[in-house]
């Protein structure tokens, strides 16, 4: 059984920093890609950015662009999620994922960290 674990959540003042991890356990899997969603409350569970780790390719939603850096070690199955110039919007539960193929969907889900971002 593959477990991803969380780290790095918190209150934090709108214009602040904060950085994600999260890191994989259990049974050895080889991921082709990890990354992060977040749910705020009320909405969908939304995308946030991915990581590729042929080619090293990185994708952000929009919203994030400019803002958050994902990183992280394929080898090791460990994900980042730097956070800059947070602001309410980001306010939501971060969710780490992970997924062996490259097709098809995210199987593998953190039980989340609250993200809280404060005026």
């Known amino acids: 059984q593959v477990q991803l674990v969380e780290s790095g959540g918190g209150l934090v003042q709108a214009g602040n920093s904060l950085r994600l991890s999260c890191a994989a356990s259990?049974?050895?899997?080889?991921?082709?890609?990890m990354g992060w969603f977040r749910q705020a409350p009320g909405k969908e569970r939304e995308f946030v950015a991915s990581?590729?780790?042929?080619?090293?390719?990185?994708y952000y939603a929009n919203s994030v662009k400019g803002r958050f850096t994902i990183s992280g070690d394929g080898a090791k199955n460990t994900v980042n999620l730097q956070m800059n110039n947070l602001n309410p919007e980001d306010t939501a539960v971060y969710y780490c994922?992970?997924?062996?193929?490259?097709?098809?969907?995210?199987?593998?889900w953190g039980q989340g960290t609250q993200v809280t971002v404060a005026e």
């Open positions: 994922t992970a997924r062996v193929l490259y097709g098809g969907t995210w199987p593998y």
């Open positions: 259990g049974r050895t899997f080889n991921s082709v890609a």
């Open positions: 990581i590729w780790w042929s080619g090293s390719s990185e």
